[in-house]
């Protein structure tokens, strides 16, 4: 399996963003899968991720990101979406996507810079 994340750039705080991941193979339908997020010198921490269909669709965040993040995905074209507004200065990471909990190889993930 591998990820392609994109959608990344740099942007004034209170702008949006919208990501996009998407999976090789055809597993991908089977898996919740998650918005990742690695900001310098920080730990990566998981932001959003949402069920596979089997579990409903279900979506959870952090608290850092809720009602302000959005999480989808399309399992007939095998990606993840990630909607991002109201952004701040402290969205500022790298972004990844992986099942939840993380199971494949990182992908390079897509830089996300909020300037303020």
């Known amino acids: 399996v591998q990820l392609q994340a994109s959608g990344g750039g740099l942007v004034q705080a209170g702008g949006s963003l919208r990501l996009s991941c998407t999976v090789s193979g055809n597993i991908f339908s089977l898996y919740p899968m998650g918005w990742y997020r690695q900001a310098p010198g920080k730990q990566r921490e998981l932001v959003a991720s949402i069920a596979s269909r089997s579990s409903g669709f279900k979506t959870k965040y952090a608290d850092s990101v809720k009602d302000r993040f959005t999480v989808s995905r399309d399992n007939a074209k095998k990606t993840v979406d990630l909607q991002m507004n109201s952004l701040k200065p402290e969205d500022t990471a790298v972004y990844y996507c992986?099942?939840?909990?993380?199971?494949?190889?990182w992908g390079q993930g897509t830089l996300v810079t909020v300037s303020s």
């Open positions: 992986n099942t939840d909990p993380y199971l494949w190889d």
